[in-house]
């Protein structure tokens, strides 16, 4: 099979701003968690030598999820490119090695699909072919089916799916803690801001300026992350 050229894929970081994702998540009391997720993804972007686009609030544009997330999608391959690698900024766990593994599935001509723990996925690799965006928009956003249903809806259509890891995605505090446990996973770095937010959470807690388990909402605003209740 005849591979396609390098620069035919990019990736496009659909993802808010600090600012905005501090506002709607409420994990800590500044911005501190979501400029490190920001910092991490650009770095990591930038070392597969693709080339990149990030899509924070000020350019999405839809009134639903699935409309916001497919004229972003649509705004790439209008650019010309024939492959895209579609990420948010919420999993610490995200490697370059994902990045470069989706970029040679994408390559041999295989879908690609990222799964996250909550029932989502944290990674879209997908070839303009197969990109028919008014169905796209009608899959099951922000629910905790909407992995398998993605992998049912390409495959149904003939497309080989090709799965990587499964990554956890920090809609919470939940999640966390539950990353917390994943040392292996994640730099050094990453724990010592965890310990902080979960010691600021703590306190919050203590004075009574969290008083219902609604902080433990997960809100999401990237890719597929699904409503529910830690």
Not at 96 to 117: D, N, S
């Amino acid at each position: 099979m005849r591979e396609k050229p390098f620069q035919d894929t990019a990736i496009l970081i659909f993802a808010n701003s600090a600012t905005k994702d501090s506002h709607i998540k409420k994990i800590g009391a500044d911005t501190s968690l979501f400029d490190a997720l920001n910092a991490h993804i650009f770095s990591i972007v930038k070392a597969t030598g693709l080339p990149y686009f990030h899509f924070t609030e000020k350019e999405q544009h839809g009134q639903t999820f699935g409309e916001r997330f497919s004229n972003a999608l649509q705004s790439v391959y209008d650019k010309g490119f024939a492959n895209i690698i579609a990420i948010g900024n919420d999993s610490p766990q995200l490697k370059t090695r994902h990045l470069l593994e989706a970029h040679q599935q994408l390559r041999l001509g295989k879908t690609v699909l990222g799964p996250a723990v909550d029932g989502g996925f944290y990674l879209l690799g997908l070839h303009q072919s197969n990109f028919h965006e008014c169905s796209f928009k009608a899959l099951p956003w922000q629910v905790s089916s909407l992995f398998k249903a993605t992998e049912q809806y390409f495959e149904s259509a003939g497309c080989t799916v090709f799965s990587l890891d499964r990554l956890i995605d920090i809609d919470s505090t939940t999640d966390i803690k539950r990353l917390s446990n994943h040392v292996s996973t994640i730099v050094d770095a990453w724990l010592v801001l965890f310990s902080k937010l979960l010691r600021q959470t703590i306190r919050f807690q203590e004075i009574g300026l969290i008083a219902d388990k609604n902080i433990f909402l997960h809100i999401p605003f990237n890719k597929g992350s699904p409503f529910s209740f830690a």
